[in-house]
């Protein structure tokens, strides 16, 4: 069989390739009744994620627990599942305040593919390989594979030579008993079943891995400690709006009048978490950092040291 054949006979066995009879009408259908058959088919989305929680859980804790130890969280994707990483792994800094380096997303054919279709480069899994090897790959770093089909080269590279060089391993795809699944540790597939515009992955597959690298990211920065209950201590006060955001989140962490929050932040030099602490362990900056560094950033560990 040639491998265009062989091709076209894997992609017949995937969910997210098969066409729908009954919607080969739907252009020919009102716009709005599109737009509600569109709508209709994004509500099963969540419930195809939840269904996976478990797994999703299971790979949180992994990777907390290696960037508990200094590790980094990579993506690695191509095409929609590579752009995908590329975002969540982009606004973590901000959200976060994690260190350049610490969440990265990589995708095929390099950043020029986040704009243009780079040919060809998610069917190399050596691509993949020479990707992570510019990291430097440790064993204390989670690769995260994604891909909708989870059959892409590129994607599945990525987990092998991850996997070989000791690191923590997590598979994302939309079909089931994907070998990007079965080449890593922790295997997560949310199947949403066929698109509205056959085997355009970008819709509900898309919405799917969106919502599980979503939970990936945020649950494991509040494992690290990354938030106060709700509210993100750890923003970095980039731009106008965010030192708004800092000013908002220092009085609803601690219910101080607007002078004490500004003059707590001046103190801190910007740095919600330490503005915090200042206030509800009446401290000094000086001794708020101190406190924070002692507690590896964690601010509940730093009030109680400070028996606040």
Avoid: W
Avoid at 143 to 149: E, H
Avoid at 196 to 209: F, I, P, V
């Amino acid at each position: 069989m040639t491998d265009s054949l062989h091709l076209q006979s894997e992609l017949a066995t995937l969910t997210t390739e098969a066409f729908r009879p009954e919607l080969a009408g739907i252009d020919q259908l009102p716009t709005l009744d599109i737009a509600r058959l569109m709508n209709g088919e994004d509500t099963g989305v969540p419930a195809a994620v939840a269904a996976r929680l478990p797994e999703i859980a299971a790979a949180v804790d992994a990777v907390a627990a290696r960037m508990e130890r200094g590790g980094r969280l990579v993506y690695a994707g191509a095409g929609t599942a590579g752009r995908l990483g590329v975002l969540d792994a982009s606004e973590c800094p901000p959200t976060f305040n994690t260190a350049p380096g610490q969440v990265v997303g990589l995708i095929a054919g390099g950043p020029g593919a986040l704009v243009t279709s780079v040919e060809g480069a998610e069917d190399s899994p050596g691509l993949a390989r020479a990707d992570l090897d510019a990291l430097k790959l440790t064993p204390d770093d989670s690769v995260v594979g994604v891909s909708a089909s989870g059959r892409t080269p590129y994607a599945i590279g990525a987990v092998e030579h991850a996997r070989a060089a000791g690191a923590l391993t997590v598979g994302l795809s939309c079909n089931a008993d994907s070998a990007l699944a079965a080449a890593a540790e922790h295997g997560i597939e949310v199947v949403v079943g066929p698109e509205l515009l056959t085997g355009s992955t970008r819709l509900k597959a898309g919405t799917a891995q969106k919502l599980v690298l979503n939970m990936l990211s945020t649950i494991t920065m509040i494992r690290l400690g990354k938030t106060y209950g709700n509210l993100m201590v750890d923003l970095r006060a980039s731009n106008a709006k965010l030192r708004a955001r800092s000013r908002r989140i220092v009085a609803q962490a601690t219910g101080a009048p607007e002078a004490d929050v500004e003059r707590a932040l001046t103190e801190a030099e910007g740095e919600v978490k330490t503005a915090i602490l200042i206030i509800l362990a009446g401290v000094d900056g000086a001794t708020a950092t101190r406190l924070l560094e002692e507690s590896d950033g964690r601010l509940r560990t730093a009030l109680g040291k400070a028996g606040a």
